[in-house]
């Protein structure tokens, strides 16, 4: 996996760089996504790394399927992947240059787990408040999961903050 | 232990009462894979070199690589239990053992648990296993000795209290036996004990165990063993764990011996955990730092002066000096020194044990070889009876391995060179020691001035075990007040040299042995 990361991480930094100078994040997001899309295909997928089909097939088949969804630099981008035989670190390079993005945006991606679900107020009210602490604009996607009995569970990347009773209930057994 | 039902909920009332429902904030990462032992980790981005990480099920690791992507870890214990996906916890600490008085006796994994079936240690302080060693400023030169007991070691090669001296031979040369008459020795001098079992068998520990205890000598040590059955990983830190605990004592301002038994096992464990991490591997496929390895370990053994003591104990202990004086101990292969873990502790240490299979097999025990031992510093630390006494042994014994080669024609060569292989067969004899029988300083000192002043010449080479048993339980009985002297200060002067010659005189005209 971290195999992957360090293969893709070049084509995404570029991509982002072009991305900025030319300001098409937003066009780079479709192209990328969509290109994932089409390689989730289990056909596509398998005529990677097919013998029998050629890089030039392999091009015109997707030049193909994208032409009207690609711009003029996606389509360059997917010739080169092709040609360097990288076309399966798509996934993980779009997960980078959205990373990168998020990034620079400021915007942070929160997922929140919490025991009975927020009313509107409340959320508007968490937000906030997860904003002052990260300092960064969020990006909350909330999960409601009554396992963690009460409280809330918030995870941004690596870091957790668990407020939950279940994790108080686990402290407590951990003390004991 | 007992333990009544009431103590049981009154502790848990108590831990109830004082528990805080804090928030918790950790960062988390999610296994990538485990592969003997090693586990890759993605995210953790916030963990620290030699972190403990936090498993499912209370198992710890210990966080080794910090690469871009992910983290390397190696699980300490059994790793059987953790998949792929799990989720691991930063602690925010690094590893930590406990340290203190009550480890004394006891018997400890090497992550301080207790494997003796005495029941838990109540030890309130724990120390990181890894630390920068005492610096310039704190410490003070070897002036004070640490007594092993043997007669050949302690006048040809002695050790000072905070000097690292290796002890390096073949298998079943007795490297262990030298280091356990150590501990044996250190009985009432103050001086702690760790014993350190490195990839050991687990019976041979259990040995080491139970001969200390008939020999009332597990009251002042502390036994770390990482046995040839647990993890590389645990292996490879329980030097570091031993050294945390031997450290307690120096920061205090006493005095502790530790025996790492062996590095060369420890180096071994290390480059398994090495090449499982992938590191690029080097000569004989250590890694890369396999000297760091050692040097870091063996540099922590040191004495620091009582300003050091005064300031890390808060002033609690003033006007002592601490030391830590390490004996660890190499396996070599087919007595190859040259090998590389070998020349790298020689070239740390401050002076080497050599112990030969040859000399083991011809009955010379303990096996050491005079010349190729040394001893850098010790010199300086050496009682003043021993070093005046010792000088001779030591030049007696070169004289004679030089002209060794010769003693099959002794009737053919000058009246001199016959005397001095007489001398060395004589001496050579009597470095002879018994296993579990360690001398004190008086012992050794009279026992070498009879040697030095050729009350032994007359001897037959056979016979000088019996001749120095029969002089020692002689003097001991008629002469306990000058033995005890002796003891006290460890002075020689005119007046003792005499009176001890003239015990010696007396003992020869009166006795037989």
């Given at each position: 996996?971290n195999e992957i ?12 760089k072009?991305a ?7 066009q ?7 290109l994932?899309?089409?390689?989730s295909d ?7 790394d ?11 088949l ?15 981008f ?9 076309l399966n ?25 919490t ?18 602490n990260?300092?960064k604009?969020?990006?909350?996607k ?6 963690l009995?009460?409280?809330?569970l ?15 209930l686990q402290q ?5 | ?8 909920s ?6 109830i009462?004082n ?11 999610t296994v ?9 980790i993605?995210?953790?981005?916030q963990?620290?070199q ?11 690791g ?8 992910s983290v390397?870890a190696v699980?300490?214990?059994s ?8 989720t691991v916890?930063c ?18 994994d090497?992550?301080?648990?207790p494997i003796?079936g005495?029941?838990?240690?109540d030890?309130?302080?724990t ?5 920068i ?14 007594q092993?007991?043997?007669?050949s ?5 002695p050790?000072?209290?905070g ?14 036996a030298i ?8 009985k009432?001098?103050g001086?702690k004990?760790i014993?350190?079992?490195i ?15 008939e ?15 647990e ?21 205090q ?11 060369t096992?420890?180096a ?6 090495s ?7 080097g000569?004989?496929a ?12 063996l540099?922590?053994a ?5 300003k050091?003591?005064?300031?890390l ?17 190499i396996e ?9 873990v ?5 070239s740390?240490t ?17 096996a050491?070889?005079?010349g ?6 010790g010199?300086a630390a050496?009682?003043?009876i021993?070093?005046k ?12 391995r ?30 002879k ?5 360690p001398?004190?300083?008086?012992q ?15 001897i037959?080479?056979?016979k ?16 306990a007040?000058l033995?005890d ?21 007396t003992f020869?005209k009166?006795?037989?042995?």
């Amino acid at each position: 996996m971290n195999e992957i990361a360090t293969l893709a991480r070049p084509y995404a930094v570029a991509v982002f760089k072009r991305a900025k100078e030319t300001n098409s994040s937003k066009q780079w997001s479709k192209n990328l996504s969509f290109l994932a899309a089409v390689l989730s295909d289990n056909t596509i997928f398998g005529m990677l790394d097919d013998p029998k089909v050629g890089k030039t097939r392999l091009l015109t088949l997707l030049q193909d399927i994208c032409a009207d969804q690609l711009d003029q630099e996606g389509s360059n981008f997917l010739k080169l992947l092709i040609e360097n035989n990288r076309l399966n670190l798509i996934p993980a390079i779009m997960e980078l240059f959205e990373t990168y993005k998020a990034e620079d945006e400021g915007f942070i991606d929160i997922d929140v787990t919490t025991a009975y679900a927020f009313t509107k107020e409340s959320k508007q009210h968490f937000n906030e408040m997860l904003e002052r602490n990260f300092g960064k604009k969020v990006n909350m996607k909330v999960v409601v999961d009554s396992s963690l009995i009460g409280g809330v569970l918030v995870r941004a990347g690596d870091q957790v903050i668990d407020g939950s009773v279940r994790g108080q209930l686990q402290q407590l057994a951990q003390r004991l | 232990m007992q333990l009544n039902p009431s103590e049981i909920s009154d502790l848990i009332k108590k831990k109830i009462e004082n528990f805080d429902l804090s928030t918790q904030v950790h960062t988390e990462g999610t296994v990538v894979s485990v592969t003997d032992g090693i586990v890759r980790i993605h995210g953790l981005s916030q963990a620290m070199q030699g972190e403990m990480l936090e498993f499912p099920d209370h198992t710890f690791g210990m966080a080794l690589n910090l690469e871009r992507d992910s983290v390397g870890a190696v699980i300490l214990g059994s790793y059987q239990h953790i998949s792929e996906g799990d989720t691991v916890r930063c602690t925010g600490k690094i590893l930590e053992v406990p340290v203190g008085e009550a480890l004394l006796g006891r018997v400890v994994d090497a992550l301080g648990n207790p494997i003796d079936g005495k029941g838990p240690i109540d030890c309130i302080e724990t120390s990181p296993i890894e630390k920068i060693a005492p610096g310039v400023i704190a410490r003070q030169s070897v002036d004070q000795p640490v007594q092993l007991g043997l007669k050949s070691i302690d006048s040809m090669i002695p050790v000072g209290r905070g000097q690292r001296e290796l002890i390096i031979g073949d298998r079943q040369t007795g490297k262990t036996a030298i280091a356990v008459d150590a501990i044996i020795n250190q009985k009432g001098t103050g001086i702690k004990c760790i014993y350190v079992a490195i990839g050991q068998k687990r019976s041979s520990v259990a040995n080491v165990v139970r001969k200390l205890e008939e020999h009332d000598a597990l009251a002042h040590t502390i036994i770390v063993v990482a046995s040839a059955s647990e993890s590389a990983a645990l292996q490879f830190i329980a030097p570091y764990t031993g050294c945390t605990m031997g450290e307690y004592f120096r920061d205090q301002g006493e005095d502790a011996l530790i025996i790492y038994d062996d590095l060369t096992k420890q180096a071994w464990a290390y480059r398994q955990v090495s090449l499982l991490l992938r590191r690029p591997p080097g000569r004989e496929a250590y890694p890369g730092d396999v000297f760091y390895l050692h040097s870091r370990l063996l540099e922590r053994a040191s004495r620091i002066n009582a300003k050091e003591v005064e300031k890390l104990t808060a002033g609690k202990v003033t006007g002592k000096t601490g030391s830590l004086t390490a004996l660890p101990i190499i396996e070599t292969q087919g007595g190859d020194v040259s090998a590389f873990v070998p020349t790298n502790v020689i070239s740390i240490t401050d002076g080497q044990i050599f112990l030969e299979s040859n000399l083991f097999n011809s009955g010379i025990r303990p096996a050491v070889n005079a010349g190729l031992s040394v001893s850098r510093v010790g010199g300086a630390a050496q009682t003043k009876i021993i070093k005046k006494l010792g000088g001779g042994t030591r030049l007696d014994l070169a004289q004679y391995r030089e002209l060794a080669a010769f003693a099959q024609f002794a009737s053919d060569l000058d009246e001199s060179t016959r005397k001095q292989i007489e001398r060395g067969q004589r001496v050579t004899e009597l470095m002879k020691q018994k296993q579990y029988s360690p001398m004190s300083v008086a012992q050794m000192g009279i026992s070498l001035f009879a040697a030095n002043e050729g009350f032994l010449d007359n001897i037959e080479v056979n016979k000088v075990l019996d001749f120095e048993a029969a002089l020692l339980s002689y003097f001991k009985s008629e002469h306990a007040e000058l033995m005890d002297s002796i003891n006290a200060t460890g002075d020689f002067s005119n007046d003792i040299g005499a009176s001890i010659r003239s015990g010696i005189e007396t003992f020869v005209k009166t006795h037989s042995w």
